[in-house]
């Protein structure tokens, strides 16, 4: 059986990346800049709303827009893309401080 990877927490970033820990440990860096205001991703051009709303739901990284951790209402991007295409990176000691 192949490993799917679940998302299972999220650190968002001012400057439009998240933090993406994995469930085996692994921890990835995405960066939203080019998702930010396209299509659907229009709202999270407010860095503010960028921020505050982002979260994990259906096992992946996921914007709550309307702030009612409805799974089948959020934007939510494919976790094994995440995982294959984001680079891996240490964990984020500065934001712990």
Not at 15 to 26: K, L
């Amino acid at each position: 059986m192949e490993y799917y990877p679940e998302v299972i927490q999220v650190i968002p970033t001012e400057d439009y990346q998240v933090y993406v820990y994995f469930d085996d440990g692994r921890v990835k860096l995405f960066d939203a800049k080019e998702l930010i205001g396209k299509g659907v991703f229009g709202p999270l051009r407010d860095k503010e709303k960028f921020l505050k709303t982002c979260r994990v739901l259906n096992n992946t990284l996921a914007w709550d827009l309307k702030g009612n951790y409805n799974e089948s209402e959020c934007l939510d991007l494919d976790p094994l893309e995440l995982y294959r295409t984001c680079p891996d990176v240490e964990e984020p000691a500065e934001l712990f401080k």
